[in-house]
């Protein structure tokens, strides 16, 4: 048996997405149906709009997201139906080498649902990061649903779901901010900001905050940035290392994904230090760095996978800091919409006018 919904497709690269309707099975073995309550319009959604991530078109948009367990297949035994979940796409399986290591959040063979959805012409539908939650109901495998105290707001619990994760834990686990660190962060749209305050919540005693916009940098510093740099009018590697003694920073965070944005956060690092690219590239870009100052300085590259998150371990913790009032995670809505204002929502977001426009249902 099949239930039809209103979802968000994208059909072809660069074309206006639609709302149209979208045919979603039962959930079979392993699987669970889930009501979606909120998801945020993320960057990774446009990057797939664009056939920046692959041409599996057409795409159910959508990943960022929050709602109500339906109804789940066999076999399942975490969440049961009426459970409030944050969706992830990172499920662990427990059986990988990653896994068997002891480093699940590396996980290289995560879950998604065996069932397509589809059209209604029954074309098969690729949902995004295997998820798909720009739809009034989606099914994903039943390890993409983490179980969160339900008193969280879904429009604000959906964002942990992806770009703010990403930014935290770019800080707190990818880049190991400790108490008293310095630390640069390029890029304040909504995962650079993420990462300053995980930064600021992770003890750092300096943090920069560095992009081209003065209306982000604002952002920046009401999430607890100490200093902001606008690139467009200063050099950020030369006064990322002015405000940290003439050093460089311990740890920098990297949130655009563009070579020359790469650049900088490699040269203003202090000797020994990390750099953590959090920015998502796309296919085409290419870097060249001298191999001796790789040598040189030392230190780690990193690239953040989904913040290197365990969302089993990572999504109730934050949900109950933001709860206990002690993370903000409220400010990251700009604004709340619907399915139909979706592709407004990514010429705002092109344009750096929100941190995150959230669709509620």
């Keep these: 048996m099949t239930i039809s919904v209103q979802g968000v497709v994208s059909r072809g690269k660069g074309q206006p997405v639609e709302v149209t309707e979208v045919l979603v099975p039962d959930p079979g073995p ?14 990774t959604d446009l990057h ?7 041409d599996d078109f057409p795409y159910l948009l959508g990943h960022e997201a929050s709602g109500i367990v339906e109804a789940v297949g ?3 035994t975490d969440v049961a ?5 944050i969706l992830n796409w990172r499920a662990v399986c427990g059986q990988c080498r990653a896994c068997k290591r002891g480093r699940p959040w590396y996980c290289f063979a995560t879950h998604n649902a065996t069932q397509k959805m589809t059209l209604a012409d029954g074309t098969p539908l690729s949902p995004a990061l295997g998820i798909g939650a720009f739809a009034e109901k989606t099914l994903v495998a039943a390890g993409q649903c983490t179980k969160v105290n339900p008193a969280i707001a879904p429009a604000t619990a959906g964002l942990l779901g992806c770009g703010v994760m990403a930014g935290l834990g770019a800080a707190i686990n990818t880049g190991g901010v400790g108490r008293g660190d310095t630390v640069a962060v390029i890029g304040c749209g909504g995962v650079g900001d993420a990462a300053v305050l995980g930064a600021r919540l992770a003890g750092a005693k300096t943090i920069i905050a560095v992009d081209v916009d003065d209306r982000k940098l604002g952002w920046a510093r009401d999430f607890g940035a100490t200093h902001i740099v606008n690139s467009r009018s200063a050099d950020p590697v030369e006064a990322i290392r002015a405000l940290t003694g003439g050093f460089g920073a311990d740890v920098v965070i990297e949130a655009v994904g563009r070579p020359e944005t790469y650049k900088q956060a490699f040269f203003a690092r202090d000797l020994a230090g990390t750099v953590v690219l959090v920015g998502v590239p796309t296919p085409e870009m290419e870097l060249q ?3 001796l100052e790789v040598f040189g300085r030392g230190g780690s590259l990193k690239s953040s996978w989904y913040g290197d998150c365990l969302p089993s371990r990572d999504f109730p913790m934050l949900v109950d800091l933001h709860l206990d009032g002690r993370l903000p995670l409220e400010k990251f809505v700009s604004e709340t919409i619907g399915l139909g204002d979706v592709e407004a929502a990514f010429e705002k977001m092109e344009h750096g006018d929100v941190l995150r426009s959230v669709v509620v249902f």
């Design 30 to 43: 392993g699987e669970a149906l889930v009501r979606i309550q909120a998801c945020g319009v993320c960057h």
């Design 81 to 85: 139906p009426g459970d409030f979940v």
């Design 48 to 54: 797939y709009k664009m056939g920046g991530i692959g």
């Design 74 to 76: 066999d076999n399942v």
């Design 289 to 291: 760095l001298p191999l």
